[in-house]
């Protein structure tokens, strides 16, 4: 399932009940009532709207906590258990959240259409109601916690103000711009092509958290020089990525004139290869394989000999020739089974080059058509990374997720754009 899919409903009411000074008022979808008749409207957030009767007639909002003796208890609209107001006093105040605005009430952290998303306690600390994996209290850390800007007042109610910043992080970019820089060494000298092209390659992987769990757990990305001819290399005992620099700078002129996947003729004849001009993120997958679990690895294995098998019945190689790509006859370039001629070599190439396609719109809706299995196991990794990667990251992908969901970097239509 993709976050589309699950996002919430438009109407933000919990349902349960109000205790008021002895009195039981229902709560339905955030419509409160009293023996039958409506009085007013809550939000997930505490905020109450429209009340009259024993709530008071007000038609401004107002927050629960001004309404001695008024108590919610019930769950939210995802199901979790919420109790308003909470237990201890908090701030309450405006704050800014990777660049979206959030408020908070008394220590509930909600968004500007009142769902609530989280707590913000007074020393700064962040958690997170995770509604999509039922967690309802993620506590963030200086790895998962986006940068936060709050201004207001502490629950004493005197004037308080916070910051939390990205160790290394520039704070006139966002959280997918900053970790794409991060893991791309020397990222500033490079030319402002140079740069679209890192950007556009790494956007997907940044803004999902994998890239910065790859980036702490397997190393970074550099340029420069690689021998043997290869356009980049990953190295088996550091984990870190050289990209060498002269076919990394052919490589941008190559993808602008013949796009993303290019056609190419072969010298044997009449057989043509499919080349796919994506070396930053093909070696980023050599990476990301690393942190993959061992079942996950074996099923990509399982998909890669299924892939071969048919690609050597179907189109097996030309005599003389002696490398390993897939190579074929030009009027069967929509009918291959690998992606890209070179992907057929080993599971490793495989898999970077189904990730490298898979980075790119355009990648991701040819690998889609040709190897539909692949491409769901992929839209898996950045929808539910959890279930994908080795268990010493589940917890770390599982807060960044629920953190850069509501940073606004994670979002339904990632996958769509
Ligand atoms: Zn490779």
């Not at 998962?144 to 006139?172: H, I, S, V, W």
């Not at 990209?243 to 941008?252: A, C, P, S, V, W």
Request: charge should be negative; proline fraction near 5%; aromatic fraction near 8%.
């Amino acid at each position: 399932m993709t976050p589309s899919a699950i996002e919430r409903p438009q109407v933000n009411g919990p349902s349960g009940f109000i205790e008021l000074n002895g009195q039981m008022l229902l709560v339905d979808y955030g419509k409160v009532y009293l023996d039958g008749t409506p009085i007013g409207f809550l939000y997930e957030d505490g905020v109450l709207k429209d009340t009259n009767g024993p709530l008071g007639a007000s038609a401004a909002p107002r927050a629960i906590d001004v309404i001695p003796g008024c108590v919610f208890r019930g769950i939210d609209t995802t199901g979790m258990p919420l109790e308003l107001p909470f237990a201890k006093p908090g701030p309450t105040g405006g704050l800014n959240y990777n660049g979206v605005p959030l408020n908070v009430i008394n220590g509930r952290l909600s968004t500007q259409d009142h769902r609530l998303v989280g707590e913000f306690e007074e020393d700064g600390t962040v958690y997170l109601r995770d509604a999509i994996n039922k967690a309802p209290r993620r506590k963030l850390d200086e790895h998962t916690q986006l940068a936060t800007f709050f201004e207001g007042r502490n629950g004493k109610g005197e004037p308080f103000r916070r910051e939390f910043l990205r160790p290394l992080y520039k704070a006139d970019k966002n959280y997918s711009e900053n970790e794409t820089i991060r893991y791309f060494e020397g990222f500033d000298a490079l030319t402002s092509v140079q740069k679209r092209y890192v950007m556009d390659s790494l956007k997907l992987w940044s803004s999902c958290g994998l890239l910065q769990i790859v980036r702490k757990s397997e190393g970074t990305a550099a340029l420069g020089s690689v021998k043997h001819g290869a356009a980049g290399a990953t190295g088996v005992r550091t984990g870190n990525v050289t990209l060498d620099r002269e076919e990394f700078e052919k490589e941008i002129m190559l993808i602008k004139r013949f796009g993303l996947l290019a056609t190419v003729a072969t010298r044997w004849k009449p057989y043509f290869e499919v080349r796919l001009n994506l070396v930053v993120s093909h070696e980023y997958g050599h990476q990301l394989e690393f942190i993959l679990s061992q079942a996950t690895q074996e099923k990509i294995d399982e998909l890669y000999r299924k892939q071969l098998s048919l690609s050597e019945r179907r189109f097996p190689s030309p005599r003389s020739y002696d490398g390993t790509s897939e190579l074929l006859p030009q009027d069967k370039i929509l009918d291959r089974i690998f992606i890209s001629g070179y992907a057929r070599q080993s599971m490793h190439e495989y898999w970077a080059e189904c990730v490298a396609a898979f980075s790119m719109k355009e990648g991701r809706r040819a690998l889609k058509e040709l190897d539909p299995a692949i491409s769901h196991m992929l839209e898996e990794l950045v929808t539910a990374p959890e279930k994908m990667v080795r268990a010493v990251f589940v917890d770390q992908i599982l807060d960044l997720q629920a953190s850069l969901r509501l940073g606004n970097e994670l979002s339904g239509n990632l996958l769509d754009s």
